[in-house]
Each structure stands twice: as structure tokens, then as C-alpha cells.
């Protein structure tokens, strides 16, 4: 039996799919803290609970985004942090996306209401080779791979479309031309190292 977790996201258990996004959180923690920027990580999970990390305000809690990011201008803002295996195909706009729970999406665009802090979405896309599923659909042979990402008050704005239809499980997508490449991933990598 390998011991090593699965990284293609289909059937892959939780603690394999944390421990993969954990390296990942790691990586583009490295990558921030290479360019100068002070970093304080909120991803902690409380296993009893099931429930992720959490900014408490006023009035209740929200689910908070992963990291804290300051820059050395006094600049602070919310970064939320997500490895993706591969973008999809979006076949109706013909393009490639990628994309949030949408119940965390809505609590991050609350929690930079409640701080007047900017948040942060930022990808982590490791895989260029398109999804068995994707290739089926006549998709490029090739899709884009690196750090991609943006502020919410730009992408809440840029919204490729929402999968509401599927209650706890809907999603928040955007097309990659909407995302800023922030970095190539053999730099997030060999900041890593």
C-alpha cells in the first residue's frame, strides 16, 4: 500500500486533500514571504468540530480566509489560498476557470466588510494536461498552470457564473483571462525549496 496522498482530487480522502493543500499553503507562503511580505497563517482546523479557521466579529463568527498578509508599505490585507489540481473547461463560454465554495466566498466578501481589509484569492494550478473530462469536450490540449489571483472587490465583479443549483455544494467560478498571474509555478516551487 502507498502511503503517499493522492493528488488527483477525485476520491482522494480529507486528510489527504488537507495535507496536499497544506503544501500548497505552504508554497505560496514561501513565495509571499520571498518577496518581503510579513505572513501570519489562520488555517488551523478544529477536528472535532469540523470547522475551519474563523475571524469572530462583532457580532459572530465568519469563516475566515488563510492568511494575514502584511507588506513592509503598512499595507494589510486577507489572503484566501487554494491549490487546484487543473482548471476546468467552461464549455459554454469556451474557456478555462476555476473557482470557490460559494458559501466561503460570501463569508470572505463579509469578513473584508467587517475589517475593511482588502481579501485575496489566490490559485495554486499545478497540472498543464486538461481532465479526462475536459479533453472529451474538444478543450485546448494544454491549460494554464502557476499562481493566479485577485482581489475580491475586482472579482466579485468578474464573475464567470455561480452553480448555485447545487445547494451546500454550489460554486463561484472565474475565467483565467480574470485572473492576474501573479507567478510561473517553478517560482512558487523553488521559493519553496
Known sequence: MNDVPVIDDVGARFEDKLKIGRVAENEIVAWLRSRGNGVVTVYE???????????FGKDRAF??????????GGRVLWCETK????FSWYRID?????GIDSRHYDE?????????LPVWLVFLHRTSTPSADDLKHN???SCPVGLFGGDLDYLKNNIS????KYGPHS???????????LADLKDVQRDAA
Open 45 to 55: 482546523i478544529e477536528h472535532k468540530s469540523g470547522l475551519g479557521p474563523r475571524f
Open 63 to 72: 469563516i475566515a480566509p488563510d492568511i494575514l498578509l502584511f507588506n513592509g
Open 83 to 86: 491549490h487546484k489540481t487543473v
Open 94 to 98: 469556451g474557456c478555462w476557470e476555476t
Open 108 to 116: 470572505y466578501l463579509k469578513v473584508a466588510d467587517e475589517t475593511g
Open 139 to 141: 478543450c485546448p490540449l
Open 161 to 164: 457564473h455561480r452553480s448555485d
Open 171 to 181: 460554486m463561484v467560478y472565474w475565467a483565467h483571462k480574470t485572473l492576474r498571474k
